[in-house]
């Protein structure tokens, strides 16, 4: 059994694509809604770490106290970008999923392709009408 975490904003249409493209592939993820449930700070580093990000890469400007905060300030050390983070997770980019082949922020959300383990069972269309899996289960570039 495959088990894969995600990191995920319901209200969020790249999440929302992601989490479908994960159950379009026959496995049912752990959701993290993160915004209720955020992660631990050393969870974080992790995540950050083993995704080959930043992070500055993983913060989130829109719709986020980014600018209120100064975050922009390209002085900031990383402690203080993941300190922002963890007493503000709206500023956590996502969906961040985690599986066995590895941590990945998804956007565009097809990125999750790349690390789930099992192939995609049929067609998978975006919610803006994107269609991104044949109905061979195949990635349509």
Known sequence: ???VV???NPACETSRNTLAL?????VEPHVVDYLKTPPSRALLVEMIGAAGLTPR???REKGTPYVQLGLGDET???AALIDAMIAHPPLINRPLVVTPLGVL???PSEAVLDILPDAQRGAFVKEDGERVVDAAGERVR
């Open 105 to 107: 922020l998804c956007r």
């Open 57 to 59: 890469a993983l913060l």
């Open 1 to 3: 059994m495959t088990i």
């Open 6 to 8: 995600i990191y995920h």
């Open 22 to 26: 994960i159950r379009n592939a026959g």
């Open 76 to 78: 900031l050390s990383d």
